[in-house]
């Protein structure tokens, strides 16, 4: 059952992603873009996830505990360090060169380009070092 909501979540975010117009790079870029031809349409999307999110927490946070767990398993750390604001900087630099970030880039794989193909080795490869650099701490 677990399996089964984690698929369609997945696939009903992918369907979001799509529909928005996430999954186009060049409309991704040209949001970044706002010392240029910036195209503020994102907004929206931006704006739907903060008030979806926003809304749902509240209505998930009333429960004792979720559906398909014995308990909420929330971050407990608080502080900021160089590894935190490392991966965000290069997160988002990535993003900004490519104009993909990991939901839109999974939810393009069945249009699979050489940009996109570039994104999920370096992806993979910013994942793998990451999971190293962590396990020496």
């Not at 927490?57 to 979720?66: A, C, F, G, H, T």
């Not at 839109?104 to 370096?122: E, K, Q, R």
């Amino acid at each position: 059952m677990k399996a089964l909501a984690g698929y369609l979540a997945g696939l009903l975010f992918g369907l979001g992603l799509a529909i928005s117009g996430m999954t186009d790079p060049a409309r991704v870029i040209g949001f970044l873009d706002v010392a240029g031809a910036w195209d503020p349409t994102l907004i929206f999307v931006l704006g739907g996830a903060v008030v979806t999110t926003f809304i749902g927490y509240r209505l998930v946070w009333r429960r004792q505990m979720p559906l398909l767990e014995s308990r909420f398993q929330l971050p407990t750390r608080r502080d900021l360090d160089a590894h935190l604001l490392g991966g965000a900087a290069l997160f988002g630099i990535g993003w900004g060169l490519s104009g993909y970030c990991p939901g839109p880039a999974v939810a393009s794989l069945s249009g699979l380009s050489w940009p996109l193909a570039a994104f999920i080795v370096t992806l993979i490869a910013g994942w793998w070092l990451a999971r190293r650099m962590n396990s020496r701490h």
